[in-house]
């Protein structure tokens, strides 16, 4: 079997999306919480909408909380949706756990239901050194020479950034192809310059102009998970910057930015990253796009100031859909 | 059932233990790497020098890379030999995962092998805020009212200390009996005074004379896993700070700290944190007391000049159990 | 007297110069260190070449190591040439100190001097807590209202970022009217909305082109030391961004980041605080727009690997003042 | 002339003491702030009551924020104060510039007066790397030969940490005969084996029980600011510590972390170097035993919520005084 993703795969919008929870999901009795119905339909609608890819099981994915049935249940339901209403659509499935082994069984476990793409997060118990980091990536990748991997670089989680010097080296890995990048600094610079265009470093959607603006070859895509609040703005934004309409991108950038401010993951980033999930899929909830639901323990407990502002993120974002739509027609 | 172990079995040494593995290990494809007669051989060594206590899989421990049958087949080959040979010895086994639900499986298969102790870490993908790390011991001594609970208070692993605050009110579920404290600074003096005696910290060894010093009621145990290249040092500082020999004691924890000079841990923790299974196993098969055995992946790749420093503990810890031979006969 | 200089004057390449020094400078007993012909010269260049401001005494301008009478003696022949040159020129003396008192001392001094623009870090030995911060600035200001202060925002130097919201109460206040920025985050997008247009941040010059896509009303300049090695490339830089050539702008930007590939600062910032200032002189030094000579003790040490590293971006800037040249003709 | 104080000049207790300031001297335009009547009593006092050395012009002694005049000023009153009552008391003043030459400039008045002893922090804008932090105070104490430096090694104001390799180099060096060091952790233990014995490691007098009890030998006094609230119960850990009896120095060390509880330096170290010299000043006119008056500014700004811990703190240490009083009655 051949590798279906490349590079040029990883480009557009590629949404993140949560595992939907049916009622109940918080409590530490319950089993089987993953909503699959949800689940399919909010794929459905996410492909439908036209957005270019999908992330799941990531940090928000809830991949850390997910007993190994339902991960498997939820997999299996996105890949059927996926593959029923799009042959080509770049799916990246998250197969981060504690250690090489288990991911192995997961990723088998992907490549037997079809799918082809994996985004991946490294194990972090204990932090892992430069060496040992890229040795993780490396030896992954030789045993899934079919399967496209996009790094998931998440400082936070995984104990610090992958240094320039890895990307360099797992650029010359042909099945790594993409990184989901955390944010846009003089790191992102230097790595950019590393990876030499072989794998696309995805900003989140309010850094791509600016990305876009220094590398328009290589800068393609963003990743976000506001597109889980509907992913119409981040849709006229690929649009804006594709066309070369750098007014109305910044213009969409800015409103964007806007309906960040409230939310916490930009007023500390540093205490989002203890109550993320809770915050991403309070605001999926209060936007309405997706009913993402309750949140696996023990990551449901969140204060209430930070829930306000994220529901209230969620509520510029359902108005900023309006504009959109509002604009186009 | 009512809860077999407290505050008061949290005493004397309680030595760390490691995973032993079997040749080859290290490998991707490796499975039922547990080298069984030799964690049999390793549990009755222990007891037979005697140890007052036992703690398996924390970090050294390769709880995050064994797979589920392996963890479960090493808990029960120990069970089987701390029963078979002291029905009394405090053991205190691992059951840290990445999320509550998957804990609660594995202290209720702890509990259906008649194991009553387990050593605790938190979820650390994303870091706990305060209120959500109380609620999970909180949440899961519930469900175990007869499980004794050792906190594990790692903050390079879990993402932070345990706030004074926490302890204050961990200190007051009655199923959670101690801590594995990382390193004697201010904050331990404040916590101490947040416990009240109703949570027991343990110090490492080297820290136990100053601690103890301090705080001569309460401090009445430490942890060790240098216990694993053989306890005999350990148990003669236990010997000496209990018969209030302050000389002998301060003379143990000095050599103890020489063998110390050339390991990681001491000279740069933070780049050990990244190495620490590794270094750990290296200086216990140095040591020559327990083979621990190949490291399971990703944690098996070192730079040579740490390890080196770790043979180097090694060897300096077997000469100093012949030193405290000598001085018994 | 009214103010000078108003926001508006913040503009274009505001070249961030050192103070030169005569041999002999780096030995502790040297006194009169500064080269005020090499000084005047330097000024004089930077004006000739068509700077539109310029920044002295910050770090790498050596305002922790110059006596107070170097400082007079470096800061009255900098106003001559200024003046002799340019009436207009806005010009940001450093008087960052310990303490309130003598930083009053110091912009007294300018005043009288008529020098109207003041660049002004804050007290560094005890970080300065957020309320302690803003009373320091709003304090200085006060007392002086016809002078124009640049905050300078240097995390590393001053012990934190400026917090967004201290940035939004210093906005109010009319005398500051522009803060040197470190680095484009997303802080500086937050920072950008708390000021409201009434203080203008200034980016590194290799960050200019993305925060004025970002942001085309109010990023209209940028500081540079890399001007010291000749300002040529930044002002083919602005002249771009201002008439909206982008292709060029960019191609600039991509030449300016290659010179920094070997440059401390941008491979390791954390390490590059310690060495700044030999590091920004040696590569002044190897451009030879400056001779910017020996480092006040205690900076004047630093390993050789990091000193090349500054040589070879000096060469490689001078290589690029080339390519702009011929470009021209 | 020959060094005066040496190694074994550093013992018992080191009081660390303000600058006593008058009223209005925390306004911008204050000049001759310093209280020099109290000052002088508060000299007396503790020479009167006992202390066996005095530390002046650390943080909370405003070396930072004091002019020169006013420096010169205290510092004469106090080397007065000093030879007028005792001739051989140890007195170390605080001589931390922003660069090597002022530095020199200062400890050159101080030996003008007769002063043989200085507490030396290093230059803090840019941190120094460990080769020019060991060149640094190499090259102060080569100037004077018969100066003794104790170091000043606070990592949050200097920006880190002495390493241990410096603190193994620095103690080959006849004049540094000491450090006024920040906790107990363990590179304090691998701070005590690099220096050998010959430069002593001051602890805080709450950590002095514990570092004595490991290192009896050489472990030999503390430093205390506590004192300033009235040295008593210091002075009764002192003899209880040099008599041997264990449970009364156990004793008077949990009066005074009781006495810590309330004040911010326990609860959040980080937040309280923002504000100590505040706090400590607070603490010292609570408690009474000295008047240290207005804070200078920038340091004048404090929450009030820690200023009232502070003053706890103080009211607490005062009835200790009382109680060590009652019980030696």
């Known amino acids: 079997m051949v590798q279906k993703f490349g590079v040029d795969d990883v480009r557009g919008v590629i949404a993140v999306a949560p595992t939907p929870a049916l009622p109940g999901a918080a409590e530490l009795t319950a089993r089987d919480t993953v909503d699959l119905d949800e689940s399919d339909r909010m794929i459905r609608a996410l492909v439908a909408d036209g957005v270019d890819g999908i992330i799941t099981n990531g940090t928000l994915g809830e991949m850390a909380t997910l007993t190994l049935d339902e991960w498997q249940a939820f997999t299996a339901c996105v890949a059927d949706a996926v593959s029923d209403t799009s042959s080509d659509l770049p799916l990246f499935v998250g197969a981060t756990t504690p250690n090489t082994r288990e991911t192995i069984d997961r990723i088998r476990f992907l490549r037997d239901l079809g799918v082809r793409g994996v985004i991946l997060g490294r194990p972090m118990w204990s932090a892992l050194g430069a060496d040992a980091l890229l040795a993780f990536y490396r030896d992954v990748a030789n045993l899934f020479p079919d399967m496209a991997i996009v790094l998931y670089d998440n400082p936070e989680a995984f104990k610090g950034p992958i240094p320039s010097a890895v990307y360099a080296e797992l650029a010359k890995v042909p ?23 072989r794998l696309r470093l995805l900003p989140l959607e309010s850094d791509w102009l600016a990305a876009h603006t220094l590398h328009p070859e290589t800068s393609l895509g963003c990743w976000s998970s506001s597109a889980l609040c509907g992913p119409q703005p981040v849709l006229a934004l690929r649009d804006a910057i594709r066309s070369g309409d750098v007014e109305a991108a910044r213009h969409l950038t800015h409103r964007i930015e806007w309906t960040y401010e409230p939310f916490l993951a930009r007023t500390n980033f540093g205490e989002f990253s203890k109550y993320n999930i809770s915050l991403e899929k309070l605001r999926f909830d209060e936007a309405g796009y997706v009913t993402a639901g309750p949140v696996r323990p023990p990551y449901h407990v969140v204060p209430e100031a ?10 510029r974002w359902r108005r900023l859909v309006g504009e959109v739509r509002d604009s186009d027609s």
């Open 175 to 197: 099945q790594i192809i993409g990184a989901k990048y955390i944010a846009i600094t003089p790191k992102f610079t230097a790595d950019v310059a590393a990876v030499g265009g």
């Open 306 to 315: 930070y829930a306000e502002g994220a529901r209230e993120n969620g509520r």
